[in-house]
């Protein structure tokens, strides 16, 4: 059974700091592709980062120099360091997991909020 399972959301002032973690089971989490993605309320989910299984990152314009996602394969862990935050930030942060066409999950999210 395959479970993402995302931790260290909360509320966050402007300009402050987060660091979400996204734990996998039940993959053989150092050949998958990792990403972040959130979704705000009456919006649609968009993607935040991604970190391709030999490290390679790509990041939404929108949080470009601002957040930084990571992976330890060695815990089976994706992160997602986020900095400078914004109101604007806010959302439901979820953790996916994919492989090629035929694999692919979601973590359940977790909530970000930042104060204005």
């Known amino acids: 059974q395959?479970?993402?399972v995302e931790?260290?959301?909360g509320l966050v002032q402007p300009g402050g700091s987060l660091r979400l973690s996204?734990?996998?089971s039940?993959?053989?989490?150092s050949i998958y592709n990792m990403g972040w993605y959130r979704q705000a309320p009456g919006k649609q989910r968009e993607l935040v980062a991604t970190i391709?299984?030999?490290g390679?990152?790509?990041y939404a314009d929108s949080v470009k120099g601002r957040f930084t996602i990571s992976r330890d394969n060695a815990k089976n862990t994706v992160y997602l360091q986020m900095n400078s935050l914004r109101h604007e930030d806010t959302a439901v942060y979820?953790?996916?997991a994919h492989l090629g066409l035929s694999y692919n999950y979601?973590?359940?999210g977790t909530q970000v909020t930042g104060s204005s």
């Open 2 to 4: 395959v479970q993402l």
């Open 56 to 58: 390679t990152t790509n």
């Open 94 to 96: 979820y953790c996916n």
């Open 106 to 108: 979601w973590g359940q």
């Open 52 to 54: 391709r299984s030999e």
């Open 22 to 24: 996204c734990a996998a």
């Open 26 to 29: 039940g993959i053989i989490f």
């Open 7 to 9: 931790s260290g959301g």
